[in-house]
Structures are given as C-alpha cells and as structure tokens.
C-alpha cells in the first residue's frame, strides 16, 4: 500500500442507504418555514438512532492534518457567509467570494447535526479551475471550489431541531436577543432560553426590548433593571424612531454578533437602522399577521462599516436547547450561582427538595421569581 495511503472506518450517515421519506413534508413546511431549508438542500430528516453504518476508506496520510484528499497548499482558507441549499458562500481573506460544496468524505463523516457547514465557519477550500463559474442572482460570475476542511467551531447559537442539531452560526462572540414589546407580545420565558443558549454556546448575550415606540418604557423599567443585574446589557430599542441605536452599535464594533429571535420582531429591521445601506428585506406591515412566514431565509453574515459582523437569521418560534442535561441548566442561570453551594443537598435540582438554598433566595427575592419559573419549565422540558 502506498506510504502516503491509510485505512481508516468511518461511521456513515444513514442516507447512504435511502432513509424512508416523511410524508408529511407539507405540514411541515406549513408549521416552520425556517425550516423548509432542510427539504430544498436535499437533506431528510432521520431519527437519531439510525446513525449507524460503517465503512472502510483510504485516505491520504495528511488527512492526520485534517485535510483529507487534497494537499494543503492547494486550499486557502475562508469564511463562510452564508449556505444556501447545497451550496454554501465563501469569502477567501483576499476578499474574492467562491461558491462552494462540500467534499464528500466530510458529509459522509457521521455527524448528527442538521448542516454540516453553517454559517460563520471557517473552512478551507480547493478552488475549481477558471471554467467552473456560475453566475449569481446579481449577474456576477463566481467562481467555484469544494471545502475540504471545516475548522472547529467556537462561539455557537446551536439549537434542537427534529431531534437534531441544528448550529444556526458559528465563531462569533455575541447574541443579540432581539423581542418585541408588542406584534407579537413578549414572551419572557423566551429571553431565558435564549440566555440559556447564549451560555450554552459560550456566547455574550445581550438583550434588545424592540418596538418600544409602541409601549411604555417607563413600565419596563423593572424589566431592563432585572436584566441588567445580571450583567446583560439590556437596551430598549426602536428600529423605527432611532431610540437605543447608538448604544446598540457601540455594542456590536469589533465583535461578531448573532441576532437572533422570533419572527416579526425587527431583527432585519434593527440591523437596516444601525446601517441603512444593507437594506435587507423586512416583513411589509400588511404582512406582519400573517403567521408562519419567515422574511429573512437564511443566516448571513455581514460586515459592519462601524466595524464588527452581524448576522442576521431567520426568525425561530421555539427555541430548543441541544445536548442539555438537567443537572447542567442551573448553570445557565448565572444568578443561582452563589446560592446552589448552599442547599442541603449537594445534588440539589431546586424543584422539590427541603432545605433549597436556591427556593430560599427566590422567597427573599434575591433571585426573580419569573427567572426561577423560567428554570422550571426548562428544567420540566416544557417546550415555549
Ligand atoms: N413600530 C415598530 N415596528 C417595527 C420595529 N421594528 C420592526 N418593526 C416592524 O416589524 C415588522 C417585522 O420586522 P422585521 O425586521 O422583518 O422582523 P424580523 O425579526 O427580521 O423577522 P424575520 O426575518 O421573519 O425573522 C416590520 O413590519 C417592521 O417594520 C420598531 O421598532 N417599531
Ligand atoms: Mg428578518
Ligand atoms: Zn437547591
């Protein structure tokens, strides 16, 4: 065998063999059209049990490097910027952008997550030759390669979806969890389980109360003061009148932040008032109660002009956390820390045990009573 060759046995993704096709696609794409991304890429959905083929390969010896079938040189490094179906956009560090797919070897490596690349990666791609271009929505012709390698990720907004992991982006900094006060309502459980995310993906959560134009910010006051405590930035924001904007932007320069929230509440919006020229689309106002459509598609990263990245995402209704244990969520819950040393039993879970230093801090309102509620229903499994 050739010296530079070695086997190896790889676990194959179960779709090498046809996995039964779900026949309620419709339904499906009815109930989350964030989530009809997954039908048009070709990409089926599959409990997570049937991972379970195996194969021998022969690969190249520096695939040890990482780097399996093409030698290093031939790769330069970039960043994915957004993934559209099958092909996924890449921004090399000279600035020209490649439209990329992903060798095959690396989508066979089993994985259980839903995209195999996401946006913010940073990969390595084997550039085609000049005569394989393709012409972009714009008119622009752009050139083709293949990623041969996926850097490991840090800094993740990753959430459960049908059972899998979906990583929405990756190798950035912050959240920007955007709500709305109204259209639709505020749903505060929901902030903490995207605090939860945040701490889940060793992200910096900040918090946007959008649309206040249309509330009292004097009411929300309380509000803004909890947040704050525990050390979250929590700004007020209208997208429409300018009201936090600056504070916003001076808290995206230099990072890379993710927004993320339910649909309608001005993710897009709050993005187009920090720096108007990105004109990204937005829901027209006859549209806003129409329920389950989505106006931003896919996740993009963008480069500030005030320096930073943003990415802006499609909205989520529900956000499931990934690969949480029980005992693992009372650390998402940065104001139960002092506390959780001081109940009776050293395996606490703060639900129903006598002696709770945590339930003690709640009753003296040391810690909020909707934040522990919060922790309960996750706790619970309730899904928001
Ligand atoms: N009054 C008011 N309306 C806003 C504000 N921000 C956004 N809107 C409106 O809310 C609607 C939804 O805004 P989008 O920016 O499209 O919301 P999104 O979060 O990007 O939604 P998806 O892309 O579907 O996830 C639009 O009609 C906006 O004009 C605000 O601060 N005040
Ligand atoms: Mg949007
Ligand atoms: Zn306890």
Redesign the pocket.
């Known amino acids: 065998m050739d010296a530079k060759k070695k086997k190896v046995r790889v676990a194959m993704r179960r779709n090498m063999s046809k996995p039964p096709r779900g026949n309620d696609i419709t339904r499906q794409y009815a109930e989350d059209a964030a989530e009809t991304e997954d039908a048009t890429s070709g990409e089926r959905v599959r409990a997570k049990g049937d991972l379970s083929r195996h194969r021998t390969i022969t690969i190249d010896a520096d695939t040890e490097a990482g780097m399996p079938g093409a030698s290093a040189s031939e790769c330069l490094p970039g960043r994915v910027f957004k993934v559209h179906g099958l092909y996924s956009y890449i921004e090399l560090g000279d600035g020209r952008t490649f439209r990329c797919t992903v060798r095959r070897l690396l989508k066979s490596l089993m994985t259980d997550e839903r995209s195999i690349v996401t946006t913010g990666d940073n990969v390595w791609v084997r550039p085609g030759d000049e005569t394989t271009r393709t012409t972009g929505a714009d008119g622009v012709s752009i050139p083709e390669g293949v990623i041969e390698k996926i850097e490991s990720r840090h800094g993740v907004l990753t959430r459960a979806s049908r059972r899998r992991e979906h990583v929405l982006v990756a190798n950035v900094d912050q959240l920007a969890i955007v709500v709305s006060l109204v259209e639709p309502d505020l749903k505060p459980h929901l902030i903490d389980r995207y605090i939860a995310a945040a701490e889940k993906g060793q992200l910096k959560p900040i918090l946007c109360l959008n649309k206040i134009d249309k509330a009292d910010p004097v009411e929300l006051q309380p509000m803004v003061g909890a947040y704050s405590q525990l050390g979250i930035p929590t700004i007020l924001t209208s997208a429409k009148t300018g009201m936090g904007i600056p504070r916003l932007i001076g808290l995206l320069r230099n990072r890379a932040t993710v927004f993320s929230g339910q649909?309608g509440v001005?993710?897009?919006?709050l993005l187009n008032a920090i720096e108007p020229g990105l004109a990204?689309?937005?829901?027209a106002v006859s549209e806003v109660n129409h329920k389950g459509k989505?106006?931003?598609t896919t996740a993009e990263l963008i480069r500030l002009e005030t320096g930073g990245w943003v990415v802006?995402?499609?909205?989520v209704r529900q956000l499931q956390l990934w690969d949480v244990k029980k005992e693992e969520i009372e650390g998402f819950f940065r104001e139960f820390r002092p506390y959780v040393r001081g109940c009776r039993f050293p395996d606490c879970t703060h639900t129903h045990e006598v002696e709770c230093a945590v339930k003690a801090a709640v009753r003296k309102q040391f810690i909020s009573e909707r934040r522990y509620l919060s922790y309960l229903g996750m706790y619970h499994g309730n899904d928001e």
């Open positions: 649909s001005g993710k897009s919006s990204l689309r937005v829901k989505h106006t931003t802006d995402t499609p909205g």
